[in-house]
């Protein structure tokens, strides 16, 4: 009779108890679940929130044998400055007239994230910045590279190639140099700027 009594209160424990192999083997797969899970919206987020990759690169300016004067035989004074610019503040120099930079308080507010450049009948060296020089730890949050220069003659508003924009966007350029020419017309992008991927 004892026998029957202990054998009816095993029976009724075994039958609300769950192997311990079954509930191992849920909590591995909810952990295999989470984990799915966060690998996807890693990679979401990658593919929404990443564009591609900056870079630094070489920009070289040189002065074109097309501004030397035919009279005197003389080159003029050129000013060129590169700005590294953030992306909330591109549109403000997209709107910045070339003509007006070199008096502008916008420039005035950036001059330390400013390389500047002059070039003289005396110094026709090409000049620019290297993708070691210091001044990429300035632009380390820039989006793009403003150049401007201060060009002598007369430019059309909205269309003076005095101002230019490089992207830093790696997909934009071929290699890792950036070359321009001062051309009485403007700043000339002589590397060939690739178009924007969608």
């Known amino acids: 009779m004892v026998h029957g009594l202990m054998g009816a209160s095993n029976s009724g424990h075994d039958v609300g108890r769950r192997p311990a192999t ?3 083997s849920k909590t591995a797969k909810a952990r295999s ?11 979401a987020g990658g593919l929404i929130g990443c564009g591609p990759s900056k870079k630094k690169y070489d920009i070289n300016v040189t002065m074109d044998p097309s501004m030397r004067d035919t009279r005197t035989q003389t080159y003029p004074n050129i000013d060129v400055e590169l700005v ?10 997209r709107a910045q007239s070339p003509a007006g930079w ?7 507010d ?3 994230r400013t390389h500047a450049m002059l070039f003289t009948n ?3 060296t090409p ?3 290297k993708k070691t020089d210091e001044i990429w730890k300035k632009w380390a949050d820039a989006r793009s590279v403003f150049i401007f220069s201060n060009n002598p003659g007369t430019f059309t508003p909205g ?25 009485p017309s403007g700043l000339e992008l002589v590397t060939p700027m690739l178009p924007e991927k969608d």
């Open 127 to 129: 000049a620019g910045v």
């Open 110 to 112: 950036r001059r330390d």
């Open 22 to 24: 079954a509930i191992r």
């Open 33 to 43: 679940t989470l984990s799915l899970v966060a690998a996807l919206g890693v990679v």
């Open 84 to 93: 590294g610019v953030p992306e909330a503040d591109l549109e403000q120099f």
């Open 159 to 183: 269309n003076d190639l005095r101002r230019r924009e490089l992207p830093l966007a790696g997909d934009r350029w071929a290699g890792t140099e950036i070359n321009l020419l001062i051309k």
């Open 122 to 124: 005396d110094s026709l």
């Open 102 to 108: 070199f008096g502008s308080q916008l420039r005035a």
